[in-house]
């Protein structure tokens, strides 16, 4: 996953903002790192991440800020791996919510038409019934 950089300064100091493609929304785990929890649906929206945010993540990667950026590129890439680790988790669940999803409507489909085939029966012994009424009635009103 590659970042384009806005705006960073000369030098390799990241000054601009991180724009991860693809990143509907990045957020900041319990301890500082990024964690991806962006919505699957929407790709296309890019998020802008400050610098500071960037450089505090890698701080708690254990990357001096006043490092060159070279020295910097080992944190990054943890970084980067763990959210990709974390988006392929997500990307899993979600792939198994769906299944799970469809499997309850088809469940839901399967209930639909057992009381679907009942009701019809129903109606079929109801109206039988109308017929038997309507035929004692009639040898009723005959004798």
């Not at 129903?122 to 309507?134: C, H, S, T, V, W």
Request: glycine share 12%.
């Amino acid at each position: 996953m590659a970042c384009t950089l806005g705006a960073g300064r000369p030098g390799g100091d990241f000054g601009g903002w991180i724009v991860p493609p693809g990143s509907g929304r990045g957020g900041r785990g319990p301890r500082g790192p990024p964690s991806i929890v962006a919505p699957l649906a929407a790709p296309q929206a890019e998020l802008l991440v400050p610098a500071g945010t960037i450089r505090r993540w890698l701080q708690v990667e254990g990357a001096e800020p006043t490092a060159p950026a070279e020295e910097r590129l080992g944190p990054a890439w943890r970084l980067l791996r763990r959210a990709e680790t974390q988006l392929g988790e997500l990307e899993r669940r979600r792939a198994q919510d769906m299944r799970d999803v469809e499997s309850y409507v088809g469940y839901v489909h399967t209930l639909m038409e057992e009381q679907d085939a009942i009701a019809s029966e129903y109606e079929k012994e109801n109206e039988q019934l109308r017929l038997e009424l309507a035929q004692l009635q009639l040898q009723q009103g005959s004798s």
